[in-house]
């Protein structure tokens, strides 16, 4: 089964910068279409980035300008730089196929918190 592990996530001062990763194990990485997805309490879990398997690239018009997705098929490995941070990127950043593989598979997910 697909598996996945988010890391990067912490506390950063509005304006500031993380960069995500997400390696992912159990498929055969190079093939599929990736996103990063992200999701505040009380709110629909959403995707903000997607890749696909030969690099193109999609945003959210909320984070356009401001992210960019990238990964390394030979690593297994999804990454996210967010720039330009802002208290409404606060939320927990989670990765996975785009779209979503079957089965409801997701990582714990890496806590990103955008405070002064």
């Known amino acids: 089964q697909v598996q996945f592990v988010e890391s990067g996530g912490e506390l950063v001062q509005p304006g500031g910068s993380l960069r995500l990763s997400c390696v992912v194990s159990?498929?055969?990485?190079?093939?599929?279409?990736m996103g990063w997805y992200r999701q505040d309490p009380g709110r629909e879990r959403e995707l903000v980035a997607g890749?696909?398997?030969?690099?193109?690239?999609k945003y959210a018009d909320s984070v356009k300008g401001r992210f960019t997705i990238s990964r390394i098929n030979g690593l297994n490995t999804l990454s996210l730089q967010m720039n330009s941070l802002k208290p409404e990127d606060s939320a927990v950043y989670f990765c996975?196929?785009?779209?979503?593989?079957?089965?409801?598979?997701w990582g714990q997910g890496t806590q990103v918190t955008v405070s002064s």
């Open positions: 890749i696909t398997s030969d690099g193109r690239t």
């Open positions: 996975n196929g785009d779209p979503k593989f079957r089965g409801g598979y």
């Open positions: 159990g498929i055969n990485f190079s093939r599929f279409a």
